[in-house]
């Protein structure tokens, strides 16, 4: 029997006398012997604890089973009835509990310290979706890695990153999360992401746990409302949504976290093709899979599981390892075991992929290596990690609309009139899910502007409240704008109008906002209208109106930094909408890889009655998007003038190079996504219109012109076929290529048999 006995000399931890004596991993077993020993050892009640997850007593984000009495985990520590627990940081605190675990518990197995680390720690980064407007895998990897680097330090070896999820809908709240529509742009973000966190190894101090999630489809909810029920197709299921996991799985992700939804009458965390046919056999995932926040238990009210006892049978039966707040797991096991209705087989596996994520971690070496006051000291906020957070964040940034050259600005303007209830707003820039970053700490739009110029005064005016109608503040925003020679209106959604539990069935501006802008359009003076939101929004007349429009997402601890930089010209914007923005409500869910139908409509209203009408088209609202998927200005023009190919027709085994042409006509230097996409003109089963199939980042300087390559190959070609096998079909397919989904170039080549 190998067990550790951990003597630690004081609560300030790490570099202090580490004493191990028997420590498993000391001696020249693998983790897997290892845990078998331990195992052995193990009682029941024992067992069952490993795989209890509960949250701290700092915040929750569902309703808790617990109330924090102060010595409650200490009890649940030293009992070994807890595995970890979560959404609890800070160096000395997590040192204090391990000491329990490690001094005190009868087997000694430290514990786990998980949280929502979702888009940085204290540095706090642009929302994930923010980011993945960048279509910038270095800067996304980085703000991953510096989240890990911060949080680590603070005692956390487990994220609940990065989620995964595909939308469509942007009535969904938690589209703010993830990385946008695309399953190929998705997949690029989640592997960069869990290589951001996980590092080179996980034992490493400054590394931790990912976790993909929330497996699966939870982004494609009826309507776009919270938890709501999933019903698509297997092939919808594979080729849009399953992929960014996928993509996360074969980067190495350590763990999976199971989804609230129920994907077609089946809930996740009891859906055994999820679970077991897709994650265990398909895709030979060894990791751990973590339920969501008490999943389990709701399985009875999705009704599928009758009662607890079996919720908690038919969760470890499929593959759900751990329980988070349920606590299910503890109090029917033991039951379920001593009576022959579990094998005690499964417990033993779930238990063994627990404890090989702790050895993998280092928590058996070293139960401290994440709970480093020192480190913690110097790494968060580091000036460092604040300055890469800046420019991470200017990358976020997507340019929409930018006429009668009001931007960048020029510094000769003397008064400049900030409106809007984000000009001066602190807290709503570090967005939802930011539970770690302080409110008094981000750069707001007003202080990066005056910082940046300082040669122009200033007036802020609120001009309405996000939350009611009053319209008491309209006047003195009014009276502002009527001042100035130039209004920058900054209005959106706050950090709670997008995140968990945040769906809208309305995705306008809130409150009296969109009042607010036109009344400040009637005074006349020049608008550059900045958005600060965490989804799409339906601004139909904002475009018609306002000459400039800046979307700025959250951006996070340098957010008016970063904005002010993109307004001076300091930095030229260069992202791209990962999500397609609706002209009207109704048109959500729009994306743009959509099917042709049998009666396309052509976009051309002109068309002589019958023909247009019995089109696939509204009556009311346009078909296109307001703005596309892939779009982005710069203020650098960019032109897309050829597209050559080495040949136009390839069989399976060989390839063919596409060279696109691009130039940049503008007098300024800009970088540009170029994107790649493919339509399979017809196949066993119908294909989208377009698919991208890939990108790349380019810088161009003033007046330069250039190339850029991709090589089309049989996988860029091949889908899920009318039997379901994945594979190509010869025929004929579009390659296109440009700086959207509103591709400019196109050419046709052929697959041969
Ligand atoms: C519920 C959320 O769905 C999940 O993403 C999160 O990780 C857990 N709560 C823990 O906070």
Redesign the pocket.
């Known amino acids: 029997m190998k067990i550790c006995h951990y003597l630690l000399s004081t609560l300030v931890v790490l570099s202090l006398t580490l004493f191990c004596c028997q420590s498993p991993s000391s001696s020249s077993k693998t983790s897997t012997q290892k845990v078998d020993s331990l195992l052995s050892v193990m009682t029941l009640e024992e067992k069952v604890g490993q795989l209890n997850f509960l949250?701290g007593d700092l915040f929750n984000?569902?309703p808790t089973v617990r109330t924090a009495e102060s010595d409650k985990f200490d009890i649940l520590i030293r009992d070994g009835k807890i595995t970890g627990l979560?959404?609890v940081h800070g160096a000395a605190y997590t040192a204090r509990l391990q000491k329990i675990a490690v001094e005190q518990s009868r087997l000694k197995i430290p514990l786990l310290f998980g949280a929502?680390v979702i888009h940085g720690f204290k540095t706090v980064m642009p929302l994930s979706l923010a980011e993945a407007s960048s279509w910038d895998m270095e800067a996304i990897e980085l703000a991953a890695r510096i989240a890990a680097e911060e949080s680590t330090a603070a005692g956390i070896n487990f994220t609940?990153a990065p989620?995964v999820d595909i939308s469509r809908d942007a009535r969904w709240g938690r589209v703010s999360e993830g990385a946008g529509e695309d399953p190929y742009l998705a997949s690029c973000i989640a592997e960069a992401r869990v290589n951001g966190f996980q590092g080179k190894a996980l034992s490493e101090a400054n590394t931790l746990a990912a976790c993909i999630?929330?497996f699966a489809a939870y982004g494609a909810p009826i309507a776009g409302r919270e938890y709501n029920t999933v019903d698509i197709s297997e092939r919808t299921l594979r080729e849009i949504y399953l992929p960014p996991y996928k993509a996360g799985i074969d980067a190495g992700v350590a763990t999976v976290?199971t989804a609230?939804n129920e994907l077609n009458d089946i809930p996740a965390s009891g859906n055994t093709y999820l679970l077991k046919d897709i994650l265990r056999n398909e895709w030979d995932f060894n990791g751990m899979v973590v339920s969501?926040?008490q999943s389990i238990g709701e399985m009875i009210e999705h009704g599928y599981s009758a009662d607890s006892m079996e919720a908690a049978r038919q969760a470890l039966e499929t593959g759900v390892d751990m329980d988070?707040m349920s606590e299910i797991y503890i109090e029917q096991i033991p039951e379920l075991v001593k009576t022959g209705k579990l094998d005690v087989a499964l417990l033993d596996n779930a238990v063994r992929r627990v404890l090989e994520l702790k050895y993998a971690l280092g928590l058996f070496d070293n139960p401290y290596i994440y709970s480093d006051t020192l480190r913690e000291k110097v790494t968060l906020r580091s000036t460092e990690h604040l300055t890469a957070a800046r420019d991470i964040a200017r990358k976020s940034i997507v340019l929409l609309k930018n006429e009668k050259q009001l931007l960048p600005l020029h510094s000769n303007y003397k008064k400049i009139a900030i409106i809007g209830p984000f000009g001066n707003n602190k807290e709503d820039m570090n967005g939802s899910w930011s539970f770690f970053g302080e409110a008094q700490h981000p750069v707001s739009v007003a202080e990066g502007l005056r910082t940046a110029m300082p040669n122009t005064s200033f007036i802020v005016a609120e001009g309405c409240n996000l939350y009611n109608d009053k319209t008491d503040k309209l006047q003195e925003a009014v009276k502002a704008a009527l001042q100035s020679e130039l209004v920058l209106l900054v209005v959106g959604e706050s950090a709670p109008m997008h995140g968990?539990g945040a769906s809208r069935a309305d995705i306008g501006l809130p409150g009296i906002q969109q009042r607010l802008v036109e009344e400040i359009y009637k005074t006349g003076k020049p608008i550059v209208l900045l958005l600060v939101n965490g989804r799409p929004l339906a601004i139909e007349w904002v475009d018609q109106h306002i000459p400039a429009i800046v979307e700025t997402w959250t951006l996070g601890s340098e957010a008016g930094n970063a904005i002010a930089d993109v307004l001076t010209g300091e930095f030229n914007p260069s992202g791209k909408l990962p999500m397609s923005f609706p002209r009207h409500i109704g048109q959500v869910p729009i994306f743009y890889n959509h099917k042709n139908t049998g009666r396309p409509y052509l976009g051309d209203y002109s068309e002589p009655g019958a023909e247009r009408v019995y089109r696939s088209r509204y009556r009311d609202v346009q078909n296109t998007p307001l703005y596309p998927f892939g779009y982005g200005l710069s203020y650098s023009t960019f032109t897309y003038t050829n597209m050559v190919l080495d040949k136009t027709s390839m069989k399976n085994n060989e390839t063919i190079t596409v060279t696109v042409t691009i130039s940049n006509t503008s007098n300024r230097d800009g970088d540009e996504v170029v994107q790649l996409y493919i339509r399979d003109l017809a196949g066993s089963v119908t294909r989208p219109i377009k698919e991208l199939k890939g990108f790349k980042k380019v810088h161009l300087k003033a007046k330069e012109t250039s190339t850029v390559t991709f090589t089309i190959d049989k996988e860029m070609l091949s889908f899920y076929r009318a039997d379901m096998s994945w594979g190509s079909e010869p025929g004929k397919f579009h390659v296109m290529a440009g700086g959207s989904s509103d591709t400019v170039l196109k050419q046709e080549i052929t697959l041969l048999p």
């Open positions: 949250v984000t569902g979560f959404n929502d609940f989620m999630k929330h976290m609230f969501d926040w988070m968990e």
